[in-house]
């Protein structure tokens, strides 16, 4: 595939990839049941983000960091507490903050808030400006919140990735909300179906959608799946 890439892994973890970088974002695949892949053998990445300090979120963080020599991009606080990565490995020495911004191999990466909780720092979220502009958010853990619509007028979104399992984020109906705040060109749900508390099926999302977002294009992905990041054929 040419181009810019993104790869579903389960959960809440994707893998973003363009010509030059490869950003991974909440590494859960040790005790992931729906895993197809495990970190070993993925695709190496030059940068490993961790939206909050939850093992299903940030469990494979410092092993991967330390196989692949990536650098760790988290909130401070939440950067210090993944015992086992050297500040040379971490983006900044001690990371960054909501609001701030650092590029990476030509990936601008914006911190956003999030309202969740977390066993260090602060919960948040990333906006991904690709070289070619293309920008895609990835919300985290978090319920929905005002602040969102914010974000979609400082950064144009091409794609939300958003949870919408419910219970410990938002449900369907408040995800599809959020895309209206966000007026994201398109939605991948996630964190969904890995456990049987969450919402195991993402049609009552969609459906949702439909009625709030109508111009707001369902990217359903399977795990394992790999889509080229492209306003022409995502519709964006």
Same mark, same amino acid.
């Given at each position: 595939m040419g181009g810019s890439t993104l790869t579903w892994h389960g959960h809440s973890t994707f893998q973003i990839t363009t010509p030059d970088c490869s950003v991974l974002i909440d590494p859960f695949f040790s005790g992931n049941p729906?895993?197809?892949?495990?970190? +070993?053998?993925?695709?190496?990445?030059?940068?490993?983000?961790? =939206?909050?300090?939850?093992?299903?979120?940030?469990?494979?963080?410092?092993? $991967?960091?330390?196989?692949? /020599?990536? &650098? $760790?991009?988290?909130?401070?606080?939440?950067? +210090?507490?993944?015992a086992g990565v050297p500040?040379? #490995?971490?983006?900044?020495?001690?990371g960054f903050n909501i609001g701030g911004t650092i590029v990476e191999k030509g990936v601008a990466i914006t911190m956003t808030e999030a309202t969740h909780t977390s066993d260090a720092g602060t919960p948040t979220g990333f906006i991904l400006t690709l070289p070619d502009g293309f920008t895609l958010y990835h919300a985290g853990d978090t319920g929905i919140f005002p602040g969102m619509e914010l974000w979609g007028e400082?950064?144009?979104?091409?794609?939300?990735? $958003?949870?919408?399992?419910?219970?410990? =984020?938002?449900?369907?109906? #408040?995800?599809? &909300?959020?895309? =209206? $705040?966000?007026k994201a060109g398109g939605v991948v749900p996630m964190h969904w179906g890995t456990f049987p508390v969450l919402a195991q099926e993402t049609d009552t999302f969609f459906a949702f959608l439909a009625q709030t977002a109508p111009n707001c294009r369902p990217?359903?992905? /399977?795990?394992? #799946? =790999?889509i080229v990041l492209d306003r022409r054929s995502l519709g964006a």
């Open positions: 729906l895993a197809v892949t495990t970190g +070993e053998n993925i695709p190496p990445p030059d940068v490993v983000l961790v =939206t909050h300090l939850h093992a299903d979120h940030a469990g494979d963080a410092a092993a $991967l960091c330390r196989r692949f /020599k990536a &650098r $760790l991009g988290a909130v401070v606080g939440t950067a +210090e507490a993944v500040p040379s #490995q971490i983006l900044n020495g001690v400082l950064y144009p979104l091409d794609l939300a990735l $958003l949870p919408v399992g419910g219970v410990f =984020t938002m449900d369907a109906r #408040q995800a599809a &909300r959020a895309a =209206t $705040l966000l990217v359903p992905m /399977k795990v394992g #799946q =790999t």
